[in-house]
């Protein structure tokens, strides 16, 4: 008697343990269909990358909750006062003088500053917006000047931290004639890696209604450390979490340790920049179009914008010299705007008019060198969409 009550017991448990696990399928399904897939079909060049959003809908309003302003207003993007802190690199880009070369076979090179998240905050507040940066550079020539260049495009650069023991990262960047960016770089380690939790400007993440972030300054101690509390102190700060993938596999010990370092805050975020490449690497090899391999292996509930590069259409023509930064400047356009509007996830319309925004951004890097020389001014944006 006492084995058939547990054997009941037992199967009542599988039953019930199988009955959660379909009805926790099945509302993840439920919260995948409601998201609104918004493909912008409108390009400002052509040779760009178009971005898909992919928008978590299942909360959105009625038209009465939604807020009657436009994201334009006389054809000027809505003044942003909400600040965007940007953690992480920033170094010393050196870009060959020429295109379509192999660095070996550069002749020359001109230093550009970059860094993803030096680039973001630079975008935005070239856009108009607030920004500012956290980060680490060498207490030398090159970091000195970094500073300086987030101050003169009025980044905030407060959270900047100088170490004496470690130089500024170097990185050589090149377009090759396959369309290939080719990378080497260098940081033995570079101050970037060394910034500690203690260095941490507290009271700067605090005000942060947006705290955007890459990968690699998850690579190594005790940067690492200190990305996972900055992050938990925005988190609770109420912050929107801003995530670029960012995958420099160069730098990572090995291919298993950069694929579990970038999943490993995955769910943490709310809006997620990553690549057709990138959601390959990362799922092992699945294919990036699948929209089974987006539900079962990178959405997640809280997902607010999964933004992923999809594909290339033609549009206004634009020169492209050098493509570095064009994501980032993609990425400023959107989180400038997504700062003054918190809620433009939840309407499609104004979602539409940000990715055309933020894709002419991205375009209009491409036609200069460098990344952050090469950040668009608003003005500039307006030009090239009035002839769009």
């Not at 870009?95 to 905050?121: H, I, R, T, W």
């Not at 500012?132 to 931290?161: C, H, P, Q, T, Y």
Request: glycine residues 8%; negative net charge.
């Amino acid at each position: 008697m006492w084995n058939r009550t547990q054997q009941r017991i037992a199967k009542k448990k599988s039953y019930t343990a199988k009955r959660n696990h379909t009805q926790q399928r099945n509302e993840r399904e439920k919260s995948y269909q409601i998201w609104k897939e918004v493909v912008e079909e409108v390009a400002v060049g052509s040779d760009l990358p178009i971005y898909q959003i992919h928008t978590n809908m299942a909360d959105i309003p009625t038209s009465d909750g939604l807020k009657d302003s436009s994201l334009y207003s006389n054809g000027s993007l809505e003044a942003v006062n909400s600040l965007v802190v940007c953690f992480g690199e920033m170094l010393i880009d050196f870009v060959p003088s020429v295109s379509g070369v192999s660095l070996a076979e550069a002749p020359d090179f001109q230093k550009a500053p970059g860094g993803a998240p030096a680039n973001v905050a630079v975008g935005i507040s070239r856009l108009g917006g607030s920004s500012a940066f956290i980060g680490k550079v060498g207490d030398d020539e090159f970091g000195r000047m970094l500073a300086d260049i987030l101050k003169k495009n009025k980044v905030n650069n407060s959270g900047m931290r100088f170490d004496q023991n470690a130089r500024t990262a170097l990185a050589f960047v090149t377009l090759r004639a396959d369309g290939e960016r080719e990378f080497m770089f260098f940081r033995n380690p570079s101050a970037d890696m060394l910034l500690h939790e203690s260095e941490l400007d507290v009271n700067l993440i605090k005000q942060a209604s947006i705290f955007h972030y890459g990968s690699i300054s998850l690579i190594e101690e005790p940067c690492k450390s200190t990305h996972l509390a900055a992050m938990a102190l925005a988190k609770q700060s109420g912050s929107i979490l801003s995530y670029d993938v960012n995958l420099r596999l160069p730098l990572w010990p090995s291919e298993d340790a950069a694929r579990e370092g970038i999943m490993s805050i995955w769910d943490q975020a709310d809006v997620i920049k990553v690549s057709e490449d990138e959601i390959t690497f990362l799922t092992g090899g699945d294919d990036p179009y699948d929209d089974k391999v987006v539900l079962d292996k990178l959405f997640h509930p809280n997902l607010k914008l999964l933004l992923k590069f999809k594909g290339r259409v033609p549009g206004v023509k634009v020169k492209s010299v050098d493509t570095t930064g064009a994501g980032d400047a993609f990425v400023g356009g959107i989180l400038s705007i997504l700062a003054s509007d918190t809620n433009l996830y939840k309407d499609e319309k104004r979602l539409r008019d940000a990715l055309l925004f933020a894709n002419a951004c991205g375009a209009l890097t491409v036609t200069k060198k460098g990344a952050i020389p090469a950040m668009p001014t608003r003005e500039e944006v307006h030009k090239i969409l009035k002839h769009e």
